[in-house]
C-alpha cells in the first residue's frame, strides 16, 4: 500500500512490557465492547446493502473517523515511527502532500461518481464505465490483494505481541482472527466501522501520552531538533533539505519524484481507488455526507504525523543509532521502546489496548472490503446470478468467515516465508496506480473506449513491477533506496497506463454516450439530483470550505518544516 | 463481452448498465433496516472511555512515586484519566442534547413491505 510498510521483521527480545492485571483489565475490557458492537450490529441488518455498505446511512462524522481509522493501522503507526527514525522529518510529506491533496480531490472531484451512480464498489464503477474484462481483472486484484494485507497485518500483530506481551504467536493470530471474524460476520459493515471510529479515540489516548513524555524527556521540541542535528545533519529535521535533484539524502528520493511519485501517484492510487477507504464513503447516507467523508478525514490526517513522528524522533534521540544493529533495536520498535520506558500500567494498558485495536481495525477493514468485492462482483456477477436478496447476504456472511481463515493461513505462511510476504506485498501496491490512471481518464475522458480500461489496468501494473523488479532490483537502474524506487516505479506505472489507454482508445470503440450518464465528468446521473437534506447547506459543511480549508492547513504546516532556522 | 443479454433493454454489449445498478441499489436502500434499527455509537464511546477515564484516574490517584518518576515526573494517570473522562462525558452530553435523529417513515415498520 502507500503506507512504507517496513518488512514485519522481529522486536528486540527485551521490549517485554511490565503489564499488570490493570492493563489487562481494559484490554479485557475493550474486547468485550468489540463483540458487543458486532452483536448489536447484528439485528441492524436485513438486506445485502445493510450488510456490505450500512446500508448507505451513516452520518459525515462517523464515516470520516471511520476513513482515517481504516488507515491508521499498527502498521502504519509502527511503520511511520520507524519512518521518522531512520529517515527524519520527511515523514510529514506522506501526511500532508501524500494524503491530504488526494483526500480532497476524492471528496471534491470524485465523489459525485462513486456516490451519485450508486454503485457499491470500485471494480463495480470499472463495470460500468468500461466492460467485465477491466470489472473481474480488478475484482479479483483487488480481493486478493485484500486477504494478503490482512494476513500480513496479523502476522505482524502476532509478532508485536509476542514480543510485548509475552503471547506464543499462534495465540495472537487465533484470538484476533477470531474477534475480527465474530464481528464482521454478526454486524457486517456497521460492525467494522462502529469499531473503526471507536479505535480511532482509543489509538488518540494511546499515543498522546507517549508523544507528551517522549517531548518532556528529550527536552521539548527544542532539545529534539538540537540533539538529531548535532548526531544526524541539519536535514534530518527538516521536510525539504537536501531533496534538490543530484543531492543525496537519505529517502534516496528528490523533491520531483516526492511529489509526482508520493504526492500524485502513488497518493491518489491509494487514496481514491482503494476500496477499503471509498467503502467508508460509500456508506454514507447522501451525497453531501459521502463528499464530506474524505475531507472530515483529512483534518485528523494532518495532525496524526505528529504523533508518530514525534516518538520516532524521540527514540532516534534517546538512543544513538536508534534501529541499527550495535543499539540493539529495530526502528520498528521506536513506539513499543517509548511504551516500555515511560508508560505507567493504567496508561500502559490503554496503550497496548490501542495498539492491538488498530491491528484488528486494519486487517477488518481489508476483510470487511474483501467480503463486498468478491460477493457483488464476482460472485453475485459471474458465479451465481440473480439469486434472492437473503442469498447474498448468506453468502457474504460464509465469505467473510473463508476470507478471515485465509487471512489466518496467509499470516502462519507469513511467518515462515516471510521474504515473500514482502515481496508480494510490494507487486500489489502497484496495482492501485494503473486503477487510478485508468479512472482519472474514464472519469474525464468521455472517447476513452470500453477496452481500454483493461489493457490500461494490465499495461500500468505491467509496467510498474517491471521497473521495480527488473530495473531497480537487477540494478540497471541506480536508485539509493527502495523508497526512491517505489516512487519511480509509480511514475512509471502511470505513464505507461495511460500512454496504453489512449492507444487502444484510438483504435476501438467508444461506449455509448446514454450508457455514460454519471460516470463521467460534465454529465449527470438521477442519483445526483436528490436533494441536500436539512441542514447541510449550513457554512461549516460546505465541501469546497472543508477541502480548501485543509489543503492550505496542511501547506501551513509545511512552513515550520521548510526553513532551518 | 459480448453474451447474450439476459433482458432485451440491457445494452447488449455491457451486460450491465448503469440503470441496472441504480435501480437495484435504490430498491435495496428502501428496505434497508440500518437507519432504523442501528444503535448510536455515542453511547458506546461515551461509556467506553468514562469507564476507562474513571479507572485510569484511579489508578493515577493511587500511584506510587516509582510510576510517577517514570513518566518524567508527570502523573500521567490521573491526566490521561480526566482527559478520557472528559471525552466520555462529551459523548454523551452530546447525545443528550442531540438525540438520535427519528428514522425516515418508511423504515419504522418492524417488518418492512419488501
Known amino acids: 500500500m502507500q503506507t512504507p510498510t517496513l518488512p514485519p521483521t522481529y522486536l528486540a527480545g527485551q521490549l517485554r512490557l511490565p503489564t499488570n492485571w490493570l492493563d489487562y483489565t481494559l484490554l479485557g475490557i475493550y474486547f468485550v465492547v468489540v463483540l458487543g458492537i458486532g452483536f448489536a450490529a447484528r439485528r441492524s441488518v436485513r438486506t445485502s446493502l445493510d450488510f456490505f455498505l450500512s446500508g448507505r446511512s451513516l452520518p459525515a462524522w462517523i464515516t470520516g473517523l471511520a476513513f482515517v481509522s481504516a488507515n491508521l493501522a499498527a502498521t502504519e503507526i509502527l511503520g511511520m515511527a520507524a519512518n521518522s527514525a531512520q529517515y527524519g522529518a520527511y515523514t510529514v510529506h506522506w501526511y500532508w502532500i501524500g494524503a491530504i491533496p488526494a483526500m480532497v480531490f476524492l471528496g471534491l472531484v470524485m465523489m459525485p461518481f462513486y456516490y451519485g451512480s450508486k454503485v457499491r464498489s470500485v471494480p463495480e464503477f470499472l463495470l460500468l464505465r468500461f466492460d467485465r474484462a477491466a470489472h473481474l481483472l480488478s475484482s479479483l486484484l483487488f480481493a486478493f490483494a485484500a486477504i494478503l494485507i490482512a494476513g500480513v497485518n496479523l502476522y505482524a500483530l502476532a509478532i508485536v505481541v509476542e514480543a510485548l506481551l509475552g503471547w506464543p504467536q499462534w495465540v495472537a493470530i487465533v484470538v484476533a482472527g477470531f474477534f475480527v471474524l465474530a464481528y464482521i460476520t454478526l454486524g457486517g459493515l456497521s460492525s467494522a466501522i462502529y469499531n473503526e471510529v471507536l479505535q480511532f479515540f482509543v489509538i488518540l489516548a494511546a499515543l498522546i501520552p507517549i508523544t507528551v513524555l517522549a517531548l518532556k524527556k528529550v527536552g521539548g521540541w527544542g532539545g529534539l531538533s538540537d540533539t538529531l542535528t548535532k548526531a544526524n545533519g541539519d536535514d534530518f529535521v527538516t521536510a525539504w533539505g537536501g531533496t534538490g535533484i543530484g543531492q543525496a539524502n537519505p529517502l534516496g528520493a528528490n523533491w520531483l519524484t516526492i511529489v509526482l511519485g508520493l504526492g500524485f501517484v502513488l497518493s491518489f492510487g491509494y487514496w481514491t481507488t482503494n476500496f477499503a477507504e471509498v467503502q467508508r464513503a460509500l456508506s454514507a447516507k447522501n451525497l453531501s455526507a459521502a463528499r464530506r467523508t474524505p475531507l472530515i478525514a483529512a483534518f485528523p490526517k494532518i495532525f496524526i504525523v505528529f504523533l508518530v513522528m514525534i516518538p520516532g524522533l524521540a527514540a532516534a534521540a534517546l538512543v544513538p543509532g536508534f534501529g541499527t544493529e550495535k543499539s540493539g533495536y529495530q526502528y520498528n520498535d521506536a513506539i513499543p521502546y517509548l511504551m516500555e520506558g515511560l508508560l505507567p500500567n493504567g496508561v500502559l494498558g490503554v496503550a497496548v489496548t490501542g495498539l492491538l485495536a488498530a491491528f484488528m481495525a486494519g486487517m477488518a477493514a481489508n476483510v470487511s472490503s474483501f467480503n463486498t468485492v468478491f460477493t457483488t462482483d464476482v460472485w453475485a456477477k459471474y458465479v451465481v446470478k440473480d439469486r434472492e436478496d437473503a442469498y447474498y447476504v448468506r453468502f457474504g456472511r460464509l465469505i467473510t468467515v473463508i476470507g478471515v481463515m485465509a487471512s489466518i493461513g496467509t499470516a502462519f505462511l507469513a511467518s515462515s516465508f516471510s521474504n515473500i510476504m514482502s515481496y508480494l506485498q510490494t507487486l500489489f501496491s502497484f496495482f492501485n496506480v494503473p486503477m487510478f490512471v485508468v479512472f482519472i481518464i474514464g472519469m474525464f475522458w468521455k472517447r476513452a473506449s470500453m477496452k481500454s480500461g483493461f489493457w490500461g489496468l494490465l499495461a500500468g501494473t505491467t509496467a510498474a513491477m517491471v521497473n521495480y523488479f527488473v530495473l531497480y532490483k537487477r540494478d540497471i537502474i541506480a536508485i539509493p533506496t527502495d523508497q526512491g524506487a517505489n516512487f519511480v516505479s509509480a511514475i512509471a506505472g502511470f505513464v505507461a497506463g495511460a500512454v496504453v489507454m489512449v492507444a487502444v482508445t484510438l483504435f476501438t470503440a467508444p461506449k455509448p454516450a446514454k450508457e455514460l450518464q454519471g460516470l463521467v465528468y460534465g454529465t449527470r446521473s438521477p442519483g445526483m439530483a436528490e436533494p441536500p437534506a436539512e441542514g447541510d447547506d449550513a457554512w461549516y459543511r460546505r465541501p469546497a470550505l472543508l477541502g480548501w480549508g485543509a489543503v492550505v492547513l496542511a501547506a501551513v504546516c509545511y512552513i515550520p518544516f521548510s526553513f532551518s532556522f | ?114
Open chain 2, 1 to 114: 463481452m459480448t453474451e447474450k443479454p439476459d433482458h432485451p433493454d440491457r445494452p447488449e454489449h455491457s451486460g450491465y448498465s448503469d440503470q441496472d445498478v441504480q435501480r437495484e441499489v435504490s430498491a435495496l436502500q428502501e428496505k434497508s433496516t440500518t437507519a432504523a434499527r442501528l444503535f448510536d455509537i455515542r453511547r458506546i464511546i461515551g461509556g467506553l472511555f468514562v469507564v476507562y477515564g474513571v479507572i485510569v484516574t484511579l489508578a493515577g490517584l493511587t500511584d506510587d512515586q516509582a510510576a510517577i518518576d517514570k513518566a518524567q515526573g508527570v502523573n500521567i494517570n490521573l491526566w490521561t484519566g480526566l482527559g478520557m473522562l472528559l471525552l466520555g462525558l462529551f459523548f454523551l452530553a452530546w447525545l443528550k442534547l442531540r438525540p438520535t435523529p427519528p428514522p425516515p417513515a418508511v423504515d419504522t415498520e418492524d417488518e418492512p413491505q419488501g
